[in-house]
């Protein structure tokens, strides 16, 4: 794989508690620039901005309505940009933030201008960090949706891999939350009614996509000859070692 999206999800990047896990990030940001020097070029799409938001305006209780997220995520967004600038910076590494909406991806003047944007930042060697533009659109914040937003984006340049980074190291036959007995899928060939089921409704509490979402973001991958891949953001050196083949989390080839 040469061209790789990389999505990290809120329950990678945040804590229960909405603050950012800075020791994460700065773990996630050394990983990418050593996948850049290498030669591959990344895409990270990341979310994060609600819980930058809600520390900075030391808010200890999650935004009730949508416009109250869309206001932390606005604080937020700056903050976490600069929080990546500074620890890619540490390895020479330029990045740029890109606000899409999947609407971006739909209207094919803006379709053409997005992988214009995209296509021309990854022939200079930057990383475009891409999150919703909560702004304007709001289905992430409603339904954690950058899962799908990652899809658009590989498709949008022809990527060869997805990685999804969530909490969770991949698919289970359930919900191993609710269903002790759930087993990881470490591939899954064919998305089936049955698979859908699995997926069933939403996540965590800071996360909210859950695993329908990533079946839906691994539909749309598929389509467009990219493999996708769900992995645990916090298992140690993850995106090295998926690259290398190793069996980690779950596949769609
Ligand atoms: P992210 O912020 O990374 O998008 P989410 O919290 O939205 O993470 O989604 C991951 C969560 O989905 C898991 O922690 C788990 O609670 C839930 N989930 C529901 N069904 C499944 C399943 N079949 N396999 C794995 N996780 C599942």
């Not at 200890?60 to 500074?86: C, D, F, W």
């Not at 939350?177 to 069933?200: F, Q, R, Y």
């Amino acid at each position: 794989a040469k061209r790789i999206v990389i999505k990290v999800g809120t329950s990678t990047l945040n804590y229960d508690t909405g603050k950012l896990n800075i020791s994460r990030i700065e773990h996630l940001v050394r990983e990418l620039s050593d996948l850049a020097n290498q030669g591959k070029e990344i895409i990270l799409v990341s979310s994060g901005a609600v819980g930058a938001g809600l520390e900075r305006m030391k808010k200890n209780t999650r935004p009730a309505s949508i416009p109250e997220k869309q206001a932390m995520a606005a604080v937020g967004q700056g903050i976490l940009m600069h929080i990546y600038e500074k620890l890619f910076a540490e390895y020479d590494q330029i990045v740029a933030q890109v606000l899409l909406t999947k609407e971006n991806s739909r209207q094919y003047s803006q379709y053409i201008n997005s992988r214009n944007a995209l296509m021309a930042l990854l022939s200079m060697g930057v990383i475009p960090i891409i999150n919703e533009n909560d702004a304007v659109a709001v289905d992430e914040l409603k339904i954690g949706d950058n899962d799908t937003l990652s899809a658009t984006v590989a498709t949008l340049v022809d990527a060869d891999a997805l990685i999804i980074l969530s909490d969770i190291d991949g698919l289970y036959t359930a919900n191993p939350s609710k269903d002790k007995n759930a087993k990881l899928l470490h591939e899954v060939p064919h998305i089936t009614p049955e698979i859908e089921n699995m997926a069933g409704g939403a996540g965590t509490s800071m996360g909210t996509g859950g695993m329908s979402t990533k079946i839906k973001a691994a539909k749309i991958a598929i389509n467009s000859g990219c493999t996708m891949v769900i992995a645990s953001g916090s298992e140690h050196d993850v995106l090295r070692r998926l690259l290398k083949g190793e069996e980690l989390g779950t596949i769609f080839p």
